[in-house]
């Protein structure tokens, strides 16, 4: 289900495994969490950078994080309730109040600064879905102001 590399780091840093239904229980009890939604190892080259990143991520929070890996079959209720649209990503939350979503490959630096600014917000609704550039369905806002900017 995970990739080799993920299931030895899941095994050494004791990296908790949730799905769907657990997700919330376990955010609420946890104050900060940084949950990890893996995606398919094989069709996204970066998962296993990322899996390789959170521990450190983590480390680098001094406790404040607590890190979980979401289940693989229930990433696509994950990416509907919190509407991101890449795999790998870090959803972070606070007592299960949504704060922000990292859905990319980052250097360290920015990774910092990202996860610094985002653990400064207050919780909030995850932001509206936004489709793909060039994918938006006929008739959405974004293709009705494209056709306006012209």
């Not at 990143?53 to 289940?71: H, M, R, Y």
């Not at 079959?73 to 972070?92: D, H, K, M, V, W």
Request: with cysteine; hydrophobic share 40%.
């Amino acid at each position: 289900m995970y990739s080799p590399l993920i299931d030895s780091i899941l095994e050494r840093e004791s990296i908790p495994v949730v799905d769907a239904e657990t997700l919330e229980a376990f955010a609420a009890e946890n104050g900060h969490v940084v949950l990890f939604v893996s995606g398919d190892w094989h069709r996204h080259v970066e998962v296993n950078d990322v899996a390789v990143i959170l521990p450190e991520i983590v480390k680098a929070s001094n406790g404040l994080l607590t890190p979980a890996i979401l289940d693989r079959g229930s990433e696509r209720a994950i990416q509907t309730r919190y509407r991101f649209n890449r795999f790998p990503c870090l959803i972070f939350l606070r007592d299960g109040g949504y704060l922000g979503v990292i859905q990319k490959v980052l250097d360290w630096t920015d990774y910092v600064a990202e996860i610094n600014e985002i653990l400064a917000r207050e919780p909030s609704p995850p932001p509206t879905f936004e489709f793909p550039e060039g994918c938006a369905p006929a008739g959405s806002a974004s293709t009705q102001n494209r056709a306006h900017s012209h």
